[in-house]
């Protein structure tokens, strides 16, 4: 929770755990849940009418010490992680875009007549050469034109 301060408006007199996770402590509510079954966290009232679970005021002010502070409800040390910024160090890994089913067929009958092509070839080809659609070309037009397309350019 670097950098993120909670104002005296967020806290209410009586709050439910989405609220407290949302707009006090910073997380989700499954990860609140297992912390505080971990005791890190302390455990909710429960209304007695409805049996729907709050926090009082000052159980969220604890709630947000406890955040900050890294000490938990039972006076143990517990380390939270930061989320991730936006210009995070570490690269997500970027998957290639899988080619239609058609590309693939195509690619296969274009290798079979001597080409060394992949479907992603096929499918850059097909757009380059038709970028209209090529739904309603027949399949033998299709592939005498790609193979000139890929011939020329390879």
């Given at each position: 929770?670097?950098?993120?301060?909670?104002?005296?408006?967020?806290?209410?007199?009586?709050?439910?755990?989405?609220?407290?996770?949302?707009?006090?402590?910073?997380?989700?509510?499954?990860?609140?849940?297992?912390?505080?079954?971990?005791?890190?966290?302390?455990?909710?009232?429960?209304?007695?009418?409805?049996g729907r679970k709050?926090?009082?005021?000052?159980?969220?002010?604890?709630?947000?010490?406890?955040?900050t502070s890294g000490i938990s409800h039972k006076g143990e040390f517990y380390l939270f992680y930061e989320p991730r910024s936006a210009g995070s160090s570490t690269p997500q890994k970027k998957t290639a875009p899988k080619a239609d089913a058609k590309s693939i067929e195509l690619a296969d009958t274009l290798t079979h007549m001597g080409l060394e092509v992949d479907a992603a070839q096929v499918s850059d080809a097909l757009k380059l050469v038709y970028p209209d659609g090529h739904s309603k070309i027949d399949d033998g037009l299709l592939i005498r034109e790609l193979f000139r397309f890929l011939k020329q350019n390879a």
């Open positions: 929770m670097a950098g993120r301060k909670v104002s005296d408006k967020n806290f209410k007199p009586v709050c439910s755990i989405s609220y407290l996770c949302q707009n006090i402590v910073g997380l989700s509510r499954a990860q609140f849940y297992n912390l505080q079954r971990d005791e890190v966290f302390p455990d909710a009232k429960t209304d007695e009418k409805t709050y926090f009082t005021l000052d159980q969220q002010k604890e709630c947000y010490n406890i955040r």
